[in-house]
Each structure stands twice: as C-alpha cells, then as structure tokens.
C-alpha cells in the first residue's frame, strides 16, 4: 500500500510540470509533459505505479533542505559510515531565452539528480521503474551508450547515468560505493515528440543544466520577492511554491500538482487539483502581487482572456475551471488500476466540478484584475470586453442559485460566499470603468452592487447563529464568510462581523484550533464522509483576526497554521483533526496563498497598531 506521509514529500517544478520527491530519495510522483499528463512514476498513489529512488543501500538518516532561494532540493543521508548528499531539480533553464523571459520558458523537459559523497564513503543503490499512463505501461527499456532509451506508450524517455545498470522487466537498478569527493549526474530527459527528441546528456552539460537552475529561480526570487515583515523566509518561499504551480506556455496556474490525495484517509474525497480554477488562479495572481512578483499577470488575464473566449456573456456564465492549455471539458473519471494513497479510492482524473454554476468566480477574477490592473501592461480591447462581460454577468446571475466556492455536489444553494463575491465583481468593475472604456455601464452595477449587499445584510446574517452564514435562510456557519471584511463588504470592526469572526473561531475549530470550512456531518454537501481542518480557512481567521486590529490573536493562529508546514515550507490542503497528518492535495496553492496574505496583513495590522 502507498503511504508514504503526504508531508514527506518535496515539490520540484520547471513550471510545466511537478515531480514529488520523498524524504527517502523516491521520486514518486512526475507527469509529463504538463501538470495534468497521465504520470510516469506514480507510486504516491500505488506502489506498482512506477518510481526513481537514489538512497543508501545500509541504514541512514534523511535530512533535506532547498537550496537559498530555489525550488531545487538537496537531501543529506547520514550513514555510519559517510554522508550522501543527493540534489535534484527539474531543469528550468535560463530565464532568458529567444522566445520570452519568465522562469522556466525554455526548460527542457528533464528531471536532474545529483549524487555526491561528502563524507566518508557510501554505497549507493539506484533503483528506476518508469511505468507510463498512470501505471499501465511497462517500457520497452534498452542500453545505449552513457545510458538507457526508455520507451513505451505516450512516453520517450532517456536516462543519462554514468553508472552500471542492469534491467529486468522494465526496472533498471544498480549499486555503487562513492568515496568522499565523488560525483555522479543523472539526467531523465523526455522527448517531445517530433520537435526535440530526447539525448543522453554528458556530466557536465548535465552540471552545467544545474546550475542554470538555481541560478534561474535565484534571479527570479531576487527580481520579485522583496516582502519584508515577520515569517519573510516562509512568504518567500510560498511565492516560489506559487511560481512552481504557473504553467509557463499559456500562464495558467494549477491548484495543485496532484491527483487524489484524500480529505481523509481511506475516504472517497479525493479529487484532481492539476486544473487553472479561476478562483485559485485569481487568488494566487493577488497573492503574488503581495509577495511583489507581478509580472506574469499579464501572462494570467491574457490566458484566461483566451480560455474563456466567446463564451462569456450574460447568457453563458464563466466556466469555472480550464486545462492548463485553456480545455474547457475536463469530465471526471476513475481509475480503478490504482488502490490510491493509503488505499483512498477512488483515484479520479479530471474534475467534474468544470460544468458546475459558480457565480464567485466574478469576483475573483475582477478582483484579481483591480489589484494588477497596473501590472497588465497591454490590456487589448479583447480583454477589456472580456472584463466587462464578467461584471455585466454578475448583474445577471447573481440573483441565481450555485454551487458556491466549495463546489458542493448537492443542490444549489444561494451562498452567502457567492453573493459578497459579485458584490465585489461590480465594486471592482466601477472602480476600474474607465480604464474598460465601461464608464456607461456604472449606474447599472452600481444599482446592482448596493442589491446585493442590502440582500445579504438581511438575508446572509441568523440571530440564531449570531452570525452571516452559509446560505441566505440558514443557521450553518461557514469560514469563507471570513472573506467579508478582506475583500471589503464590511468592516472588521462592525459588530455583525466581530461577532461572525468570533462564531468561527469558537464552532467551526478542532482542538488544535484549526478551522473547518463548514460542517460535514449529514451530507450537507452532497458527499459521504468527513474531512479534516482546512488551512486556508485557519489563515483566513488570522487575516480577519488582524484586519480587526486583534493582532495578538492573529499571530497565534498564523503560527498555529504554519506549524504544519513539512520540513521544507509545504502546506496541503487540510490536516487531520486526529493525528495532525497533512491532507489534501499537496502542495496546494490555496494554504499558500492563505499564509502569504495573512503573513502580510498582520504585518499591516502591527504597522497600524504602532502608530
Ligand atoms: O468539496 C468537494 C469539492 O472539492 C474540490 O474542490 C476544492 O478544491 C478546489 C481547488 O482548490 C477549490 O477551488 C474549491 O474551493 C474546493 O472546494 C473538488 O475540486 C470538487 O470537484 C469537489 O466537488
């Protein structure tokens, strides 16, 4: 059974795709050649679904850390009888390149791993079993000279190795004793068929590749990070994870680089994050701005300009999600030859959440528009219309019932979440008409803005609860009412959201005073089963715990959350209310934006404080 703990797990990203590494030197998880291709090594979900471990062949410990400032990770195993450090990356490339500028244009497709003997010596055991399309396939595998030609299905694999391998049914494994000094570089380079086809790689064009990495995600880091406040290493790091989850070619950006790791274990809430959500998208867009990497927005608002083409007006409301490409029908399947992390089946690809009615999404996106508006250095006519077709449909369907911001799979419900978010996609809009050309339209969203919020004051608040709720008429609480006084709609300091804050605090946390985003018990969602605490909600509480001046308050639940952070600066979706086990898809863009803002706004909040 696969089990390693999701917190076990490292990111590498040429922002293409992702590779997960354990802290045992397994790469367990890569899909190529884009985030959401079928994977290649897909042991993070079934032990017979292909890895690429490099780790001593006798007993050691692991410790690991990412180089200063990169996305490239170096594990240290201890031995008694020397120290091994292996360092692995996938190649981004330089950040210039004939075709463009951005981290990771011209990466070339290739996971390299460095093994060097630091101390001592060590023997080493290699251990490489690609098995394509999730599993299925075990490749035709050959030696040629400096390494092996892999082939199979979709995939054209070639593994530059400067060591001996033997192969039996598709595996290839090896040993080898490294003396103090000693260096060996490997390199699993992809073809991409019919344009570049895979080579063997010599050492140091495969040192030189390195290098290139780290010297690439350091200009990147030193060019966009210039937060300065409380937990700077951690908002650095965050806006990186950001970065790695950017799809570079059309400048999408996943929720997250895997598949089905569950809500709760043995659970079936297991879902596809490896899809550009337009609310994720959006958050993370807003929450780069914070951590000051803005311009790739112009590559975010020119793809989702392109994806959502045509098909965006009063009468055909904005698909919620797309492909990192801009597909539009991502339908949800199974795959039944996988037993899933931890036997949590099933393991789904795709998402049928793609078709649901959503009506947040405007807010998200006007938002994100509002707050880069100055970093969009080419807003063409397309995108203006583009922008003001989102704010012209909020009007509309506003007033309609959805599956709201945790994509519920009951029936619709008028979510209180849904509606502050078009009251923000009509504020945004007005703020931003001129620039759209769209000054004529502002009696008309005005008229519908000041609505919406009269609605939901009176509809969206229970006496019962003493608080705004999950949907208009309900007594349930839910955290995305935290977003209130963060986007704007109303104070933090206004009673009904102290109050609401406070309800969130005291009924919707666990004993480890992590937050729920609403309660599970009976179905409400239209799922079997439960699920743990949700980080991004925990660093919602901060942020408005801090937007309302509770600073002290702010700063213990921040630190609570990031407190689950692996040893690398990772956060999942969730944790185990149980346990305090990572869960959820990982890493995952949504905790990470949640900790960026928070970090942020409580530095805010302590400016405000001393003056
Ligand atoms: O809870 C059921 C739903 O769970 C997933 O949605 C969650 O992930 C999305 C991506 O991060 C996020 O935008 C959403 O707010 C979350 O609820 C899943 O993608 C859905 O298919 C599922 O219905």
Redesign the pocket.
Known sequence: MSGVPIADHALLSDCHTAALVTRHGSVDWLCCPRFDSPSVFGRLLDDDAGHWSIRPVGPFTATRRYLDQTLVLETTFHTPTGTLAVTDAMAVGPNEHPHGHSLGVGAPHMLVRAVSCRDGEVRMRLRFEPRAEYGLLRPLMTHVPGGLNVRGGPEWLMLSSPMELDCAESTAYGEVTLRVGDELWFALHRSTWGLEPARIWEQDEIADWMTVTVQSWRAWSKLHQNYEGPWRDLVHHSGRVLQGLTFRPSGAIV??PTTSLPESIGGG?N?D?RFA?V??ASFTMEALWVAACPDEAGDFFTFMTTAAAGAIGPDYPLQIMFGVNGEHDLTERTLPHLRGWRDSAPVRVG???WNQHQIDVYGELLGAAHLLADKISEMDDDMRAFLVALADTAVVRCRESDHG?????GEPRHFVYSKVMCWVALDRAIALAERLRAADRVPAWSTARDEIRERVLRDGWSDTAGAFTQYFGSTDLDASCLMMPIVGFLPADDPRMLATIEAVADRLTDERGLVYRYRTEGGV?G?AGDEGTFLLCTFWLAHALAEAGRVNRATEVFERAIAYANDVGLLA?EVDPRTGELLGNFP???SHIGLINAAWSITQARHRAAM
């Open positions: 929720a997250a809430r879902w994050y959500w609310r994720d998402n049928g959440a911001i945790w994509e519920v799979r969602d799922l979706e995952q863009a949504f």
